[in-house]
């Protein structure tokens, strides 16, 4: 099998643990900075290039695409996908996971609990409605064209002080629960639409970082039943193959704040003593065999991955109209 890993570099931890998974597996692997991939569009054909020269075919594509290229990058796989190539995670679905906002109404809409969020275009405004969520600590989480970032505030002070830092900036602005004391935060690797691995972690407190997981304590712990099916119904409903969905369990209810489509694989692997690098080699596998994507088996929940909720309510008015619910649909597990 010939395996496309779009990345910045191979020398990327993560990226090189797929390679060295893709190879004991006896795969061929090539490794392209999506920056530097060229597309040439016309009314009869498309190709890719790279350093100018045409891309030759390949089985499957694995998409790890930085925030700093990710209008660039997602378009790049999105060509890849065009083309009929499978991909382990599709552009629409890593878009969707890295819109905070819209997944977090997508998660709300279908029936994931999470935490009590306010959202806000002006940080002045947060400042007043934090008592909407319980009150500190909180994460606040920023979304601009150019700058994400979100951290952990333990007082009012801290806040204010993440707030006016951001104040003016014309970011998006979201405010989360945060339970330290009296609940765990864990992160959930789930790859093909099941769980295979938990992580606790204790974030760095009042750093702002592209993710908790950087500077962040983790202890691998044991996979409850309600974390795996949260976990693998999140990663159905945002479209994603390989997802680090990120939860605060509170008195066993787990709660969705979060859904990554790159996870650090080193990092859980060494929390863990698993090897999570190759369960992804083996659903790319799966998919060039045929097997049907993520996003088949959302609909087979009768759910609308990728940015459209349907939920209970949108189920029930097609049944009114005596329309198919999408339940009939095939998915596969």
Same mark, same amino acid.
């Given at each position: ?267 859980? =692997? #060494? ?5 999570? $690098? ?5 659903? /790319?596998?799966?998919?060039? !065999? +045929?097997? @049907? ?7 087979? =929940? #009768? ?5 459209? $909720? ?5 189920? /029930?008015?097609?049944?009114? !109209? +005596?329309? @198919? ?9």
């Amino acid at each position: 099998m010939k395996i496309t890993l779009l990345s910045r570099s191979a020398s990327i931890p993560s990226t090189r643990r797929l390679v060295e998974a893709a190879r004991a597996r006896g795969h061929q692997v090539r490794v392209l900075n999506p920056g530097r991939v060229q597309m040439h569009l016309s009314g009869s054909s498309a190709n890719l290039y790279y350093k100018r020269k045409k891309l030759p075919p390949c089985d499957v594509v694995i998409p790890r695409i930085a925030q700093s290229i990710n209008s660039y990058g997602l378009a790049v796989v999105n060509q890849f996908g065009i083309q009929g190539v499978p991909l382990m995670n599709a552009a629409q679905a890593i878009a969707q996971s890295r819109n905070k906002m819209r997944s977090l109404q997508l998660l709300s809409a279908n029936g994931i609990d999470i935490p009590a969020t306010v959202m806000a275009r002006n940080a002045e405004d947060l400042k007043a409605m934090v008592g909407l969520v319980g009150g500190v600590p909180v994460l606040v989480k920023l979304q601009g064209q150019e700058k994400h970032g979100v951290m952990v505030c333990e007082s009012l002070q801290s806040l204010e002080a993440a707030l006016e830092a951001v104040l003016g900036l014309g970011h998006n602005l979201v405010v989360q629960q945060y339970v330290k004391h009296t609940g765990q935060d864990v992160r959930v690797l789930v790859v093909g639409g099941r769980a295979l691995a938990a992580v606790k972690r204790r974030p760095r407190v009042g750093r702002l970082s592209h993710t908790l997981i950087k500077g962040a304590r983790l202890e691998g712990v044991e996979l409850t039943e309600s974390w795996r099916v949260t976990a693998e119904r999140t990663a159905r409903l945002v479209g994603l193959e390989v997802a680090a969905v990120d939860l605060l369990d509170v008195k066993g209810q787990p709660k969705v704040f979060e859904v990554n489509s790159s996870p650090a694989l080193p990092d859980m =692997e #060494g929390a863990t003593g698993m090897d999570l $690098a190759t369960p992804i080699i083996e659903r /790319a596998e799966e998919l060039v !065999a +045929g097997a @049907p994507g993520v996003d088949q088996q959302a609909l087979g =929940e #009768g759910v609308a991955p990728s940015g459209t $909720a349907v939920g209970k309510r949108g189920s /029930a008015r097609r049944k009114a !109209a +005596g329309r @198919p619910s999408g339940k009939a649909s095939s998915g596969g597990g």
